[in-house]
């Protein structure tokens, strides 16, 4: 089966999440990525979280589909194969994937000398060559100043790695993009994406730049509310949490029928005097609009509540944990055409997401396998670098390749 990226190969050198992430989902799509690492595995090869002997299954999670190298990256040699791997000729070649510092041999130009229309992407710190990872970043933009309830005596990071995250579903974006352009005009280039400039543009897509310059106020911090609409989070009878949200009004609307409720969020209005019918309106009454919905969740159980509100078309969700989410939730099962069974080496068959992306021209492709450190160095050595086996043998000898 073939993805509808197939015939695409992306060379990568990366660590941590961006980077590889980014590499995965073009795989995910059936693009060959050939991911170098150094022997024994570069820094993240043994990350958290790990099984009981040891093999990470962070690094599992974040490397399916892709083939893998492994080199000795401190020897000349081993730093001329991997150089020829990312220059290798080829109309769907030439394109690297680093969040690695692209200078000494890593340098563009340097790299360009060997193949004139190379596309290289590098994901860095920031645009001033300064340090950033995901932590540094969203401290830097403001998030933890807002997460949490108003007035806490200190800010409160968000767990999920959302920068990474953005910045590899970028670096996507950049790749194909930079291809199309060199099918177009026959030239490469090099494109930086900045960590932190990630960061930036989504407090400005998302308005909090204009909120703080234009009318002179900084976000404050709301709790788990959800700032301009109505959304919180509330109890159930048996001890669960959801989370309702009434952004339009449709979606308000639904919540008063459902709940049965009209009379008392009218007295809300009164209250208040706002009109519930407005998103605005409804976040300024939101404490008002807890306390008349709170009672009637906590008499419920989560089933209750899931019953009613799947019924009335109620925007809400379940709290819940990873263990929860695997085994109560259909959407994570494989019910769902994302979720695939993968048998990973070493570590055991488990659920894994397929590709996000359900073209209708083109089969998803199979739940994939991360490879083994180096599994694939010999076929890549033969295959791409056309060595032949006693060269091979050679450099594997002499540790240049493992």
Known sequence: MAGILSGLRIVEGSAFVAAPLGGMTLAQLGADVIRFDPIGGGIDHRRWPVTESGESLYWAGLNKGKRSIAIDLRSPEGRELATALITADGPGSGLFLTNFPGTGWLDYARLKARRADLIMLNVVGAHDGSSAVDYTVNCAVGFPAITGTEGAAKPVNNVMPGWDVAAGLTACVGLLAAERHRQATGQGQLIRLPLFDVGLAVVGALGMIGEAEINGTARRACGNDIYGAFGRDFPTAD??????????????????????????????????????????????????????????????????????????DVLWGPYQDIGQLLAEDPRASTDNPLIGIVDQPRIGSYRVPRATLDFAAVERLPALAAPALGQHTDEILAGILRLPDHAIGDLRQRKVVA
């Open 239 to 312: 001890g669960r949490r959801v989370m309702v949200a009434a952004i339009s009004e449709r979606q308000w609307s639904a919540l008063v029928a459902t709940t049965g409720l009209a009379a008392k969020f009218a007295l809300v209005e009164q209250l208040y005097e706002v009109d519930l019918r407005k998103e605005g309106d409804r976040f300024l009454a939101r404490d008002g609009i807890a306390a008349v919905l709170g009672p009637w969740i906590a008499r419920r159980t989560l089933e209750e509540v899931r019953q009613a509100f799947t019924a009335g």
